[in-house]
């Protein structure tokens, strides 16, 4: 009898306490619903005994009864399975990391390893808890790029400050400065740091300095303007464009003030001598009105039309603005080419210095020297005129040919043709030029910034082929036009970097030939898939044929797996017989098919 109640009460307290392990377990996996942990439990031949998740019940059930040769991805497995032997070898706590590729991408885990126990003390396995700290990861990369970016914008700060006219100070509510980027009135900088503008400052510009600061520290409002300073041993002032703003704490207080002071006694010396020029250019402009008044009414002596009264003054006025050019310019006949280049890209300049490269020997152009004149820019350009260019926008809506044709007929140079084309497109004609098929459908993919797509001959239309679209993944938006899934948005350069922020596209590619970073293996196979959709869509659209590939980013291609992912796309048997071809990239074959292009008008 005391020994069925023994059992029956044993039965009894080991479902209560069955119960209460259970009901434990769940409130702790749902205090913990929100952190990305798993749980796991391994025998000493490290094969899955149970797999707990705190995301979703059922996760993790496919390991059961596996090992970790099984389960663990090649990169990882060796490194993984060593630290856990030796959790079961020296019976001790260990840590580590590991890399999963999920289904939501790669994935870092941190894992604590923990030897556990049978009821006689020998270690019959490990238990592990693995957490998702692959956000940690990424912030910190991102707080030392962000570090390492504010100090080197905090570099060119100080550097493009001791190299301008600009100067930046700061002064506590007494002014004495507190800091200041630039020496000023004549003193160093370790020299004015503590003293007042009452000890630096001379003359009467320094009482409107000190009225326009303490205005400022009164009203807490900014103060701006104008200040003559006169420095002790120069007779002549130094002209200074003050702006100063109260430095306030956290609560609002003014504790100072900040300010700036831009030197523009240069401005101001020149608006003087603009003055006086202004003067004498309203003394010859009568003049000149003078003349030209006279040669209209010469004009009309001789003409008995409006039509023949206005060619004749027009050939009139053209010849005094010639005359007039010929005097500035010291007898110059001709044009030179790279001034030429240089003026005509003026309303650009923000973009010459980044993106333009102008580079060659000293050619000028006499009357006779030019049959056509050829231009390429990035973008959209029908007849002459720039569209659209994603990757240069200050250049949209520029009508290039118009341009450039005005300005060789103000320097006398006759040009029969001035043609301004796509810049893939004279990759495409220099191509057909150089291998003897100007007779023949040439197309050239040219990788770089972006993305171009040449044809030649060229087809009347309006069309981009670097930015086609290739998958309808919603989250490829990286293309510079704003748009989503297109070739230029995965495969330009600008892209790349935009999309690796911890690497250059050289090292991604790198990394995907060795196969050591699984998300630079997926990009370089994603980068030649859309490169293989869009020539796809060419071969449906224009038939097969010859597709070379140019620019500074055709060293990335690897032809074996473009050919590969075209043979997966295009099956009909009338469009097979496609082949690429990687030329390099040329600036005379570029030249070449610019003037091909305006040749053909």
Request: net charge neutral; aromatic share 6%.
């Amino acid at each position: 009898m005391n020994t069925v109640m023994e059992w029956l009460f044993g039965a009894a307290l080991r479902r209560l306490v069955d119960y209460r392990v259970t009901a434990r377990m769940r409130d702790f996996a749902a205090a913990m619903r929100g952190a990305n942990m798993h749980v796991f439990f391994q025998d000493r031949e490290l094969r899955y005994k149970a797999v707990i998740s705190l995301q979703r019940d059922g996760v993790g059930i496919e390991l059961i009864g596996r090992t970790d040769e099984q389960v663990l991805p090649s990169l990882e497995r060796n490194a993984v399975i060593a630290a856990k032997k030796k959790v079961i070898s020296t019976g001790e706590a260990g840590d580590c990391e590991v890399s999963f590729v999920m289904p939501q991408g790669a994935t870092v885990f941190a894992m604590h390893i923990e030897p556990t126990r049978g009821p006689d003390g020998n270690i019959e396995g490990i238990s592990c808890l693995a957490v998702d700290i692959t956000r940690m990861r990424s912030l910190e990369s991102e707080r030392r790029r962000s570090g390492d970016d504010l100090e080197t914008t905090v570099q060119r700060y100080e550097t493009a400050l001791r190299e301008s006219n600009v100067t930046v100070f700061t002064q506590d509510r007494d002014l004495r400065y507190t800091s200041i980027s630039n020496s000023l009135a004549g003193r160093a900088v370790e020299d004015i740091i503590g003293k007042t503008d009452e000890d630096i400052l001379t003359g009467a510009g320094r009482d409107v300095v000190i009225a326009l600061k303490l205005k400022s520290l009164a009203t807490g409002n900014p103060q701006n303007g104008e200040v003559a300073i006169r420095y002790d041993d120069d007779a002549r002032p130094r002209w200074f464009d003050l702006r100063i703003e109260p430095l306030r704490d956290v609560t609002g207080y003014v504790l100072g003030l900040a300010g700036t002071a831009v030197d523009v006694t240069g401005r101001k010396t020149d608006e003087a001598h603009l003055r006086l020029l202004m003067r004498e250019l309203t003394h010859r402009s009568k003049n000149l009105l003078a003349v030209i008044q006279a040669m209209a009414r010469q004009t009309t002596r001789h003409t008995n039309s409006i039509e023949g009264f206005v060619a004749q003054l027009d050939a009139r006025l053209q010849a005094l603005a010639a005359s007039h050019d010929l005097l500035i310019k010291e007898g110059w006949h001709g044009a030179s080419l790279s001034e030429l280049a240089e003026l005509q890209l003026q309303p650009f300049a923000n973009y010459v210095d980044r993106q333009v490269a102008l580079q060659g020997p000293a050619v000028t152009l006499g009357p006779e020297a030019t049959q056509a004149l050829g231009l390429a820019f990035p973008g959209i350009v029908r007849n002459g005129v720039i569209e659209e260019s994603p990757n240069l926008h200050q250049l949209k809506g520029a009508p290039m040919a118009q341009v450039i044709s005005t300005a060789l007929e103000e320097r006398k140079v006759e040009c029969a043709k001035v043609g301004v084309s796509n810049d893939a497109d004279v990759v495409a004609a220099g191509i057909a030029a150089k291998h003897g098929k100007l007779d023949q459908l040439v197309r050239v993919w040219t990788l770089g910034n972006g993305i171009g797509f040449g044809r030649y001959p060229v087809a009347d239309g309006v069309w981009e082929g670097g930015h086609i679209v290739v998958t309808l993944d919603p989250n490829e938006k990286f293309c510079g036009c704003g748009g989503r899934g297109h070739l230029e948005g995965i495969m330009g350069h600008r892209a790349m970097r935009l999309r690796f922020l911890d690497m250059e596209p050289e090292e991604v590619f790198a990394l995907a030939k060795t196969g050591e970073d699984p998300r630079c293996v997926e990009f370089a196979l994603l980068w030649h898939r859309a490169l293989a959709a869009a020539t796809a869509s060419s071969i449906h659209m224009s038939g097969p044929g010859k597709f070379y590939i140019s620019g500074v980013n055709a060293r990335f291609v690897n032809v074996g797996v473009l050919n590969r992912c075209v043979q997966e796309m295009v099956k009909m048997s009338s469009l097979q017989g496609y082949v690429f071809e990687i030329v390099p990239k040329s600036d005379d074959m570029a030249l070449v098919g610019a003037v091909v292009n305006a040749l053909r008008g």
